[in-house]
């Protein structure tokens, strides 16, 4: 499909920059496959879903993976990606094209690495110098990763070591918060308790090519980057058994939806799950594990608008973000929540 179908006129005072409080008083725009848009709250998602329903989270934690050092003269930026093994990481860098097979960048507090390959798509690897855990280092010399579209309005700041990350966060891999679950807080949870509505959680370390702009005229020419996600054995045993008695699996989040449908078959049963996963959803997929998703609001000519075309039709998701952007939501990581039923 042409990229340009998925395009639209976003104003720059729907892009939130920072989260409301508490969280789960954001707006939340409840869309089915027709008719009218609900308006709602977060905090209403209870009384939304079914007793029996399933919200299935992203447990990633967002790293400070930023970092900015020299190389020589040259003032180098990096934001690592995927990691490799316990000393190297796949990284962006700004200011690549200054650097050579082998050179050495220098980053704050005695941290540095050695340039050790340039791959096809203009990233890098960086294998990290000394004993010390990559993690302990990026917290003496790393920032958290802002998505592009806050960070170059602002800088980042001690709030968003707070602010980006969701309540669940507990296993360190992540370049970008799953942002849908960042709306969540306790009290929310235990609504959702009291309403017999389920939860189940999955790893998808989320990658910063979840940030980059598809530059093909045609998906066909996209390529995703991969990203490392687990489901545990019982978890899938618990949503598949949900799945026999009637219930719904709800992804929080477009991470959790791509990990979801990485795992499942085409008799629609989720297996287990490790390793690598770059799929790549657009109109014309059968989604086969997952009932409904809880998103914010994405950029034009994403990979994830597209992917909520494929879930919802492109028609009726250009209908469900003009209707957000006439009324006043709030877009991106901080922004606004919807909730998309394709069958009602």
Same mark, same amino acid.
């Given at each position: 499909?042409?990229?340009?179908?998925?395009?639209?006129?976003?104003?720059?005072?729907?892009?939130?920059?920072?989260?409301?409080s508490?969280?789960d $008083?954001a707006?939340?725009?409840?869309?089915?496959?027709?008719?009218? =848009?609900?308006e &709602?709250r %977060?905090?209403d998602?209870?009384?939304?879903?079914?007793?029996?329903?399933?919200?299935?989270?992203?447990?990633?934690?967002?790293i400070?993976?930023?970092?900015?050092?020299? #190389?020589?003269?040259a003032r180098?930026?990096a934001?690592? &990606?995927?990691?490799?093994?316990?000393?190297?990481?796949?990284?962006?860098?700004?200011?690549?094209?200054?650097?050579?097979?082998?050179? %050495?960048?220098?980053?704050p507090e005695?941290?540095a690495?050695?340039a050790e390959?340039? &791959?096809?798509?203009?990233s890098?690897?960086?294998?990290?110098?000394g004993?010390e855990?990559?993690?302990?280092?990026?917290?003496?010399a790393?920032?958290?990763?802002?998505p *592009?579209?806050?960070?170059?309005?602002?800088?980042?700041?001690?709030?968003?070591?707070?602010?980006?990350q969701?309540? =669940?966060?507990?296993?360190?891999?992540? @370049?970008?918060? *799953?942002?849908?679950?960042?709306?969540?807080?306790?009290?929310?949870?235990?609504?959702?308790d009291?309403?017999g509505?389920?939860?189940?959680?999955?790893?998808?370390? /989320?990658g910063?090519?979840?940030?980059?702009? @598809?530059?093909?005229?045609?998906?066909?020419?996209?390529?995703?980057h991969?990203e490392?996600?687990?489901?545990? *054995?019982?978890?899938a045993?618990r949503?598949n058994?949900?799945?026999r008695?009637?219930?719904?699996v709800i992804?929080v989040?477009t991470?959790?939806? #791509?990990?979801?449908? $990485?795992a499942?078959?085409?008799?629609g049963?989720? #297996? *287990?799950?490790?390793?690598?996963? $770059?799929? =790549?959803i657009?109109?014309?997929?059968?989604?086969?594990?997952i009932?409904g998703?809880?998103?914010?609001?994405h950029?034009?000519?994403?990979?994830? =608008?597209?992917?909520? $075309?494929?879930?919802?039709?492109?028609? #009726?998701?250009?209908? /469900?973000?003009?209707?957000?952007?006439?009324?006043?939501?709030?877009f991106?990581?901080?922004?606004?929540?919807?909730?998309?039923?394709?069958?009602?």
């Amino acid at each position: 499909m042409r990229v340009d179908l998925f395009d639209f006129v976003l104003p720059p005072e729907n892009i939130a920059l920072r989260p409301v409080s508490p969280r789960d $008083s954001a707006r939340m725009l409840l869309a089915g496959p027709i008719g009218d =848009f609900g308006e &709602h709250r %977060v905090r209403d998602l209870p009384q939304l879903l079914r007793a029996g329903d399933v919200l299935v989270f992203n447990d990633t934690r967002v790293i400070p993976a930023q970092l900015e050092g020299t #190389r020589g003269e040259a003032r180098i930026g990096a934001t690592l &990606h995927k990691r490799i093994d316990l000393r190297r990481w796949q990284a962006f860098v700004r200011n690549g094209k200054r650097l050579r097979e082998g050179d %050495v960048i220098t980053f704050p507090e005695q941290v540095a690495a050695t340039a050790e390959a340039r &791959h096809a798509d203009g990233s890098w690897t960086l294998a990290f110098h000394g004993d010390e855990p990559v993690e302990v280092l990026l917290e003496r010399a790393g920032r958290m990763p802002l998505p *592009p579209y806050i960070a170059g309005k602002r800088p980042t700041d001690e709030a968003d070591k707070r602010d980006y990350q969701t309540m =669940f966060a507990q296993k360190d891999g992540a @370049v970008a918060a *799953p942002t849908a679950a960042l709306h969540f807080t306790p009290d929310l949870i235990a609504g959702l308790d009291a309403a017999g509505i389920a939860r189940e959680f999955l790893t998808l370390h /989320v990658g910063a090519g979840t940030f980059l702009p @598809v530059k093909a005229d045609d998906t066909t020419d996209h390529q995703m980057h991969a990203e490392w996600g687990t489901i545990s *054995p019982e978890a899938a045993e618990r949503l598949n058994a949900a799945r026999r008695a009637g219930g719904r699996v709800i992804a929080v989040g477009t991470t959790s939806l #791509r990990l979801l449908e $990485s795992a499942c078959g085409e008799d629609g049963v989720i #297996r *287990p799950f490790s390793g690598d996963t $770059s799929i =790549f959803i657009t109109p014309g997929y059968r989604f086969r594990a997952i009932d409904g998703l809880m998103t914010n609001f994405h950029l034009p000519k994403s990979t994830l =608008f597209m992917l909520v $075309s494929a879930l919802m039709g492109l028609d #009726r998701m250009q209908a /469900v973000y003009a209707h957000a952007i006439a009324t006043g939501y709030r877009f991106y990581s901080y922004g606004d929540s919807s909730l998309l039923l394709p069958r009602g």
